[in-house]
Each structure stands twice: as structure tokens, then as C-alpha cells.
């Protein structure tokens, strides 16, 4: 029985003009453009610099900023409000003000402001603007100290050598960060999508009708429904596994094998899901909408773009309920650290668990009689 | 039809609230072997800085590689030998800070936090030994002084609702009723075709304009983000509506089955919108080709034209050029689609 549904659904698969070329295409396309795109790293912030000073001092700053590589001078304002309005219209994030008499009082009472102003509507880039201009003054100071002489390292400064190192990704590459993840949202959207908007397919045509009066069990129509995503599901991770080592260099840490085992039972998780969706809506642009709602939440509470701990606790509380958050770590982990099975092993159960309800849910929720 | 109206409402709140980027309570691990006076100090302030709280102590250096591997530790400080002694006599005393690096954003942000915490303390040393030569930086952060990521995001999702509602739901809407065949009875009708293609574009231009009240009035009362120019700020979203309206016309002419409209405009509309119009990754960390094909997104205007008006509060005439780009960009839409918007069936 299960083997004549599977040969009906594939040859569905087959037929469709569509569906073939987008398992092919979509996970390329995505892995192809996608990593390049989601960058969020922050560089070219634009400093506008309003020096009220004119001392030798103030323009050796002020030359010092564009090497350090984060920083383009966009332009050397008179006044404030020069300055204010560059920001206004976007032609500046940073705004660094040299007051009066910086230079005289760098010598006289050895201490001297500057002050900083950053647009802060994207916090981060605010955040981080101000900061490595902080850096560069307390290393311009720095300069001025060892030039005067007046300090050798040997005496009684104290001083500690701060020295970041970044395990796992050295270079911080975003790609890095990315690729892992960008295969769980493939895997997510064509292992989920797929079967929801298949079953109202067959409700929407009248075929359903035509499978609700042969003798099939519920169980045996969805698993010949869940079948064919699985098997399509590995098509996209081998295509996405291909990709990720040629064009990213990106091979993963740990075992292959265990991201296989671990992709079988999350797909059969998100098919589930969108099985059950399908089986609750009437039309496939009610499916869909359905089906996207969730899928965007899940996404965006996966941890995925943002992570997990800077949410609230109330919000991190949800995310327990998340199959995605537990993939999503699971690949990143694997591909990254290398963690193995018994380091993931909550995470595992985890899966299970979501793969057994949402597809008893799914055989429970069909219903053969209208 | 109730998820159109449900979904802005817990896009706003999910991304007003749970979708940050700020580092909070990241977690932190710590091998001392020196514990002495002033790693004590210094732990102090990292546990009772907002950003982070001290979740192990490490003792042994190998340990580094398990804790990471567990999942559970976000970052690992190690404090040198004899740190006390070498900090105020030597100048060689050092904090390594091990980052986890398979989240290059938060380990960049988590670095330059705990940098700041020893830097501020290290300061204060220097303070108190009367050292020349000190800039003092004084910050101040414009707009949004509590660096809220809801400030940032919430135009982005103003933009993704409006492309969501106006363009996908229209082509859908048009589809299914070629793919019904009632298309056929409304254009053998006398009622002329721009009043068919108009009496459907109105209740989704309706829909969007309630969605936009309701996220305005969410933003502003429940996430406390400045309303800004309103006037402006209305005015441009009404032209974005028409633009994507326009869009949602465009695609319903191209293509013929549902399944085909909606992947069309997922894959055509929404992924370029989510990832190409600045809400999420900056369009100046991007590689040139895509920062030029960016340009091409109409959503990426609105965002920068609502980040504008309505954290800035600028006057209209810093948007002048985004509204002229949405504005030539929906005609252009709207002539075409109206063109090919055919009379007549195959």
C-alpha cells in the first residue's frame, strides 16, 4: 500500500514544472548569496569631526583616525551645528568635537575632554563607533606619554596587556557564522512549506476525496506524505554540504554522520508541523500565511540572527518550545566546536520528543470524513 | 484573514522585545591562579556589570575547550600568574579573553565590553597615580541614549508587513481567481478591468492601513519609540502601500497558479526585503554587488526614509531623495502592471 502512494507522490513531485527546479535551485541560490549578505559587522562608520582647537595636537588626532581602518572622515565641520546637520541627513553616524584650549590643557592640567556624539538609532553601531574612538584616544594618549618621556615602562604606571582571542572562528568571519544556520532555515522552509501546502493541494483539487474512500489507514497517507520530504530533505543538506566545503571552506569540525542523524529526525519534525498546519487550513493561501507566521517566529526565536541570551527571560522561556533553537545549535556546535553526541544529547531528546507529538497530531488531526 | 491583523501585533512585540542583539548576562568563566587583591576587584566589576555574571570558575586552563564545547559558556577571562605584583611593579601583567568565535558579533561585543571594564579600572589606577596626558572621552548617544534595538527594527518591520500584506496577498488574491475561473465570468462582465483590478486592491489597501495604525500605535505606546515627523511618516507609507500594491499587481500578471505567486513573491520580494534592505545586516557590510542591487529593493528607501522621520524626527527635506526614488519607483510599477494586465484570456 505504502509503496504505491510513495510512487504516486513522487510521481507528483516529478510532474510539477515547479517544484524540481526550486529543491535544486532555492538551497543554491540561498547558500550562494545568502552568507555574503548577512553581515553584520560593523565597519566604514562615518566620523565628522569638528575641531574648535587648531593646535598641533588636535590635528595629529585628527590624522590619526583614518588609519586605524574603522573610521572614514567624512568631513571637518566649523561648527556644531554643521555637524548635527550631517548627521541629520545621514551623511555621518559619529560626531567627535574637540573643544577650546584642548592643547593647553593636555599640558597644564594633564588632562583634557573630547566629546563624542553617535547616532544611536542602530544601538550598535553607536555603541561600537564610540568605542574604538575610545580606544584610539587612550592609545593617542598613550603616544603623547611615551614622546614626553616622562615615563619609562619600568616605573610605577600600572599597566596590563589586555589580549582577546576568538576560538572556534579566529577571524570572525560572519560566513562562519552563518552557513551552519542558513542550511537549518533551508531544511525549515522546504521541509515545512512543502507538506503543508500539500495536503490542501489535494483538499483544494478534490483528490483528498478520492483517498479518504479506499481503505487507507491515517497513518500510512501521512507517513507516504512525510516520506518523500525526508528524501528531499537530504537532497538539499548534501547540495548545502557541498557548497559549504567548496565555495566556504567550511568542513565541519565534528562528525558528518551525527549531523545526518541528528537532520533526520529534525526534518521529520518541521514536515510534521506543517502536516498538521495543512490538515487545519482550507486553502493553500491560508496554509501558507499559517505556515509563515510560525516559521518566522520560530526563525527569528532560533537564535539564528539574534541570540537566545539577550532575550528576556520570558522570551527565552518560549524558545524552549522551538525545535529550530535546538537544531540550530546542534549544527552550529557540531560544525564549529566539534561537540559530540553526548554533549548534545538534551538536545536530541529534545527532537525526538517534538518529531513523536507533532506527528501523532498530524495522523490524529486528518480527518477521512468531512 | 484574522492572522493578517494578528501577525504585526507579534511581529512588533517579538521584535521589540525578544529580537536584541544586546549583550545581557552573558555568561562568563574565570581561571585565576593568582586570586589575589585585584583579579578579586576586577571580578567584582564583571559580575556586577549588567553585561555579564561570573557562571564558573575554571581550574584548570584545558578546561577552556569542554565549557565551550557544552554550550553553556558564552566567554572565558584568564587572569595571568602573580597579577597583583606585576600589574603595579612589572608591566607585565595580562587578561586573555577567550571568546567564542562561532558568534562573531556577540564575541566582537562581549571583547570590546569586558576591554571597557578593565580599561575603566585600569584607569582609575592611573587616576590615582596622577598620570599626564589623559583624553577623557565624554559620550553621548544621539536619539536613542539606551541603545534600544527596537529603535532600529521597528521600521524594518513596518517594511516587511507592508511588502507581506500589500504585495503577496494581492498577487494571491488575483491568482486564485484566475486559477477558479471566476476571472472569467468578472471580464466577460461590462464592468471595466481597471475597476475589477481596483476593487481588489482597495480592501488590502484598508488591511495595510489598519496594520499601520496598529504598529504605529504599538511602537509608540508599548515600545516607547518617538513618533517623530507623523505627518511625513504617513504620507511616505501610504506612497509605499501604492508601491507595493502596485507590486502585487505586477507579479498576478506574470504568473498563473498560486503556488507560483506565492514562491514568486517569497522568493522575489520578501527574502531581498528581509535581507537586503538594511533591517537586519547593514548595507554598508555588504560586498558591492549586492549593496548595487540593493538599490533596486524599494523597501530598503522606506526603512532609511522611517529611520529617519521618525527616530531622527527630521524635516522632510533630509527625505526628499527617498521619496522621489518611491515615488518614480511606483509609477513605473504601476504603469507596467496596468499594461500587461490582460484583457482578455489566452
Keep these: 500500500m505504502l509503496k504505491y502512494l510513495l510512487e504516486k507522490e513522487f510521481k507528483q513531485i516529478q510532474r510539477n514544472p515547479f517544484l524540481p527546479k526550486m529543491i535544486l535551485f532555492m538551497p543554491i541560490m540561498m547558500m550562494l548569496?545568502?552568507?555574503?549578505?548577512?553581515?553584520?559587522?560593523?565597519?566604514?562608520?562615518?566620523?565628522?569631526?569638528?575641531?574648535?582647537?587648531?593646535?598641533?595636537?588636535?590635528?595629529?588626532?585628527?590624522?590619526?583616525?583614518?588609519?586605524?581602518?574603522?573610521?572614514?572622515?567624512?568631513?571637518?565641520?566649523?561648527?556644531?551645528?554643521?555637524?548635527?546637520?550631517?548627521?541629520?541627513?545621514?551623511?555621518?553616524?559619529?560626531?567627535?568635537?574637540?573643544?577650546?584650549?584642548?592643547?593647553?590643557?593636555?599640558?597644564?592640567?594633564?588632562?583634557?575632554?573630547?566629546?563624542i556624539s553617535a547616532n544611536a538609532v542602530n544601538g550598535m553601531k553607536g555603541g561600537l563607533g564610540s568605542q574604538y574612538l575610545g580606544n584610539i584616544l587612550s592609545n593617542y594618549s598613550e603616544n603623547l606619554r611615551e614622546e614626553a618621556g616622562?615615563?619609562?615602562?619600568?616605573?610605577?604606571?600600572?599597566?596590563?596587556?589586555?589580549?582577546?582571542?576568538?576560538k572556534f572562528n579566529p577571524y570572525l568571519d560572519y560566513k562562519v557564522f552563518m552557513v551552519p544556520a542558513l542550511m537549518v532555515m533551508l531544511l525549515t522552509m522546504l521541509a515545512g512549506f512543502l507538506p503543508a501546502l500539500n495536503i490542501v493541494g489535494e483538499k483544494e483539487k478534490g483528490t483528498i476525496e478520492q483517498i479518504n474512500v479506499t481503505p487507507i489507514p491515517k497513518s500510512i497517507f501521512i507517513l507516504a506524505k512525510l516520506i518523500?520530504?525526508?528524501?528531499?530533505?537530504?537532497?538539499?543538506?548534501?547540495?548545502?554540504?557541498?557548497i559549504a566545503a567548496l565555495v566556504y571552506h567550511l568542513i565541519p569540525v565534528g562528525n558528518l554522520f551525527l549531523i545526518c542523524i541528528f537532520a533526520a529526525v529534525y526534518i521529520i519534525v518541521v514536515s510534521g508541523m506543517g502536516l498538521v498546519i495543512s490538515n487545519y487550513s482550507d486553502t493553500m493561501q491560508q496554509a501558507m500565511f499559517v505556515m509563515w507566521f510560525f516559521i518566522m517566529i520560530l526563525i527569528l526565536m532560533s537564535g539564528l540572527f539574534t541570540p537566545i541570551s539577550s532575550m528576556?527571560?520570558?522570551?527565552?522561556?518560549?524558545?524552549?518550545?522551538?525545535?529550530?533553537?535546538?537544531?540550530?545549535?546542534?549544527?552550529?556546535?557540531?560544525?564549529?566546536?566539534?561537540?559530540?553526541?553526548?554533549?548534545?544529547?538534551?538536545?536530541?531528546?529534545?527532537?525526538?520528543?517534538?518529531?513523536?507529538?507533532?506527528?501523532l497530531w498530524a495522523v490524529l488531526s486528518y480527518k477521512k470524513s468531512s | 484573514m484574522l492572522i493578517v491583523l494578528i501577525m504585526p501585533i507579534v511581529q512588533i512585540i517579538?521584535?521589540?522585545?525578544?529580537?536584541?542583539?544586546?549583550?545581557?548576562?552573558?555568561?562568563?568563566?574565570?581561571?585565576?591562579?593568582?586570586?589575589?587583591?585585584?583579579?578579586?576587584?576586577?571580578?567584582?566589576?564583571?559580575?556586577?556589570?549588567?553585561y555579564f555574571t561570573i557562571a564558573q570558575n575554571l581550574t584548570d586552563y584545558n578546561q577552556i575547550n569542554d565549557v565551550f564545547k557544552k554550550g553553556k559558556i558564552n566567554i572565558v577571562v584568564v587572569f595571568s600568574k602573580d597579577f597583583a605584583n606585576n600589574l603595579l611593579h612589572t608591566g607585565d601583567a595580562a587578561i586573555q579573553i577567550v571568546a567564542d568565535g562561532s558568534e562573531p558579533n556577540?564575541?566582537?561585543?562581549?571583547?570590546?565590553?569586558?576591554?571597557?571594564?578593565?580599561?575603566?579600572?585600569?584607569?582609575e589606577l592611573l587616576e590615582q597615580y596622577h598620570v599626564p596626558f589623559r583624553i577623557v572621552p565624554n559620550t553621548k548617544m544621539l536619539y536613542n541614549p539606551q541603545r534600544k534595538d527596537a529603535y532600529n527594527f521597528v521600521p524594518g518591520v513596518m517594511g516587511i508587513i507592508m511588502i507581506l500584506i500589500?504585495?503577496?496577498?494581492?498577487?494571491?488574491?488575483?491568482?486564485?481567481?484566475?486559477?477558479?475561473?471566476?476571472?472569467?465570468?468578472?471580464?466577460?462582465?461590462?464592468?471595466?478591468?481597471?475597476?475589477?483590478?481596483?476593487?481588489?486592491?482597495?480592501?488590502?489597501?484598508?488591511?495595510?492601513?489598519?496594520?499601520?495604525?496598529?504598529?504605529?500605535?504599538?511602537?509608540?505606546?508599548?515600545?516607547?519609540?518617538?513618533?517623530?515627523?507623523?505627518?511625513?511618516?504617513?504620507?511616505?507609507?501610504?506612497?509605499?502601500?501604492?508601491?507595493?500594491?502596485?507590486?502585487?499587481?505586477?507579479?498576478?500578471?506574470?504568473?498563473?497558479?498560486?503556488a507560483a505567486a506565492m514562491l514568486s513573491s517569497a522568493m522575489g520580494l520578501l527574502v531581498p526585503t528581509l535581507l537586503l534592505s538594511g533591517i537586519i545586516f547593514p548595507i554598508e557590510s555588504m560586498p558591492v554587488i549586492l549593496q548595487d542591487i540593493s538599490v533596486i529593493v524599494p523597501a530598503r528607501w522606506y526603512i532609511t526614509a522611517i529611520r529617519k522621520l521618525m527616530i531622527q524626527g527630521v524635516d522632510v527635506q533630509y527625505v526628499l531623495k527617498e521619496f522621489a526614488i518611491l515615488s518614480i519607483f511606483a509609477v513605473i510599477l504601476m504603469t507596467?502592471?496596468?499594461?500587461?494586465f490582460k484583457i482578455r484570456l489566452m
Design chain 1, 33 to 115: 548569496v545568502l552568507p555574503w549578505a548577512a553581515n553584520q559587522e560593523i565597519k566604514g562608520i562615518q566620523l565628522s569631526i569638528v575641531d574648535h582647537d587648531h593646535s598641533t595636537l588636535s590635528e595629529r588626532l585628527i590624522h590619526k583616525i583614518p588609519s586605524s581602518g574603522y573610521f572614514k572622515l567624512t568631513n571637518i565641520s566649523q561648527s556644531n551645528e554643521e555637524a548635527l546637520e550631517s548627521i541629520d541627513s545621514g551623511k555621518s553616524d559619529i560626531i567627535m568635537e574637540i573643544p577650546n584650549h584642548f592643547e593647553r590643557d593636555l599640558y597644564t592640567s594633564s588632562k583634557a575632554p573630547i566629546m
Design chain 1, 150 to 166: 616622562m615615563i619609562s615602562r619600568q616605573t610605577s604606571i600600572p599597566q596590563c596587556k589586555i589580549i582577546p582571542e576568538y
Design chain 1, 228 to 242: 518523500p520530504y525526508w528524501i528531499i530533505g537530504f537532497v538539499v543538506l548534501t547540495i548545502c554540504f557541498i
Design chain 1, 312 to 359: 528576556p527571560d520570558w522570551a527565552q522561556k518560549i524558545t524552549i518550545f522551538n525545535p529550530l533553537r535546538y537544531f540550530m545549535q546542534v549544527m552550529r556546535q557540531i560544525y564549529l566546536k566539534g561537540s559530540g553526541f553526548l554533549d548534545l544529547l538534551p538536545h536530541f531528546i529534545a527532537l525526538c520528543s517534538f518529531a513523536l507529538f507533532l506527528n
Design chain 2, 14 to 50: 517579538l521584535f521589540g522585545f525578544a529580537i536584541t542583539t544586546e549583550v545581557r548576562n552573558a555568561k562568563v568563566a574565570v581561571f585565576d591562579p593568582s586570586c589575589d587583591i585585584e583579579t578579586q576587584r576586577i571580578k567584582q566589576r564583571i559580575d556586577a556589570s549588567s
Design chain 2, 106 to 123: 556577540q564575541a566582537s561585543t562581549q571583547v570590546g565590553y569586558l576591554s571597557q571594564i578593565f580599561a575603566s579600572y585600569q584607569q
Design chain 2, 166 to 258: 500589500c504585495a503577496m496577498m494581492t498577487s494571491i488574491a488575483i491568482v486564485r481567481e484566475k486559477e477558479l475561473g471566476t476571472m472569467e465570468i468578472l471580464l466577460a462582465s461590462p464592468i471595466k478591468p481597471i475597476y475589477i483590478i481596483f476593487a481588489k486592491m482597495i480592501p488590502y489597501m484598508v488591511l495595510s492601513l489598519v496594520n499601520l495604525t496598529t504598529i504605529l500605535l504599538l511602537s509608540i505606546f508599548v515600545l516607547g519609540v518617538p513618533p517623530g515627523n507623523l505627518f511625513w511618516l504617513v504620507i511616505i507609507s501610504i506612497l509605499f502601500i501604492f508601491l507595493s500594491l502596485s507590486l502585487g499587481l505586477l507579479i498576478s500578471t506574470l504568473v498563473s497558479t498560486q
Design chain 2, 336 to 340: 507596467v502592471s496596468l499594461k500587461k
